[in-house]
């Protein structure tokens, strides 16, 4: 801007010496030989020369000036994106129930009534919800206990039993309350998840009841993780609980 400015001092202080130098002329000539006179185009010549006077006199204070035009980004219309996210993470939570809904089915439709076909279903389920242990109980209603059926990563430590009775530790009291249970907050060796490397204790331990529509309790999910279940999690879990439910009915 301020090079155009200079530029533009420059052309104007050219035009005004033309401009002076041709009204300077054309005085001598009118005053030297009375049968002259100004015309329309002297008139015009003045004025233009007052008009670049005045435009050389405010150039250098225009220049020395800095730029008060302030540019501000134009705002970005973020309804659209916005809109556009929440369709897209919509539609990813359809196609993850999608897909998990089509694999039980393929696994069901290999074998449908064995401890081994919850397994895979657990193990599928596991691997979804990135849990690092996951355990089946099955209830037995006539003798009042849970026993441990299924597992995903689990390693049983010494002298643990596989089996409770109803209100019996947590297994046992989400068996005979029929209610959810989460641990949030696990001492440390409480639960270990092992790898090859090593060892860690889970920050979540969820214990959840299903069963069938009567509302009767065949059996206890227990899973732990790393991090909190989302709401995508949970309905994975549901599935995985409906099939497993219907799978325990006829063992």
């Known amino acids: ?95 993850v129930l999608t897909h998990f809904t089509q694999s039980i089915t393929q696994i069901r439709s290999i074998d449908n009534t064995t401890i081994a076909t919850i397994e895979k279903i657990l193990s599928l389920l596991c691997a979804s919800i990135h849990a690092g242990q996951g355990v089946v109980y099955k209830i ?32 046992g009291l989400a068996a005979k309350e029929n209610r959810m249970m989460k641990l949030d907050n696990i001492p440390q060796g409480y639960i270990n998840i092992f790898s090859g490397l090593g060892s860690s204790s889970p920050a979540f331990l969820y214990i959840l009841p299903f069963g069938n529509a009567e509302s009767d309790v065949l059996g206890i999910l227990e899973v732990a993780l790393f991090k909190d279940l989302t709401n995508t999690d949970f309905q994975l879990i549901e599935e995985a609980k409906v099939n497993m439910a219907s799978i325990i009915s006829q063992l």
């Open 1 to 95: 801007m301020k090079k155009i400015v200079e530029r533009i001092n420059i052309v104007a202080h050219i035009f005004f010496l033309v401009g002076l130098l041709y009204l300077t002329c054309r005085y001598f000539i009118v005053h030297q030989n009375t049968t002259m006179v100004y015309t329309r185009y002297d008139e015009a010549a003045i004025a233009c020369v007052l008009l670049l006077a005045v435009g050389i006199v405010l150039l250098p204070y225009l220049i020395s000036q800095k730029s008060s035009i302030i540019y501000v980004d134009r705002l970005k219309d973020t309804t659209k994106d916005t809109a556009k996210l929440g369709s897209d993470a919509i539609n990813n939570q359809v196609d």
């Open 140 to 171: 037995n209603k006539e003798q009042a206990y849970a026993a441990l059926i299924a597992s995903y990563a689990f390693v049983a430590k010494e002298n643990q039993i596989a089996k409770y009775e109803f209100g019996e530790g947590l297994i």
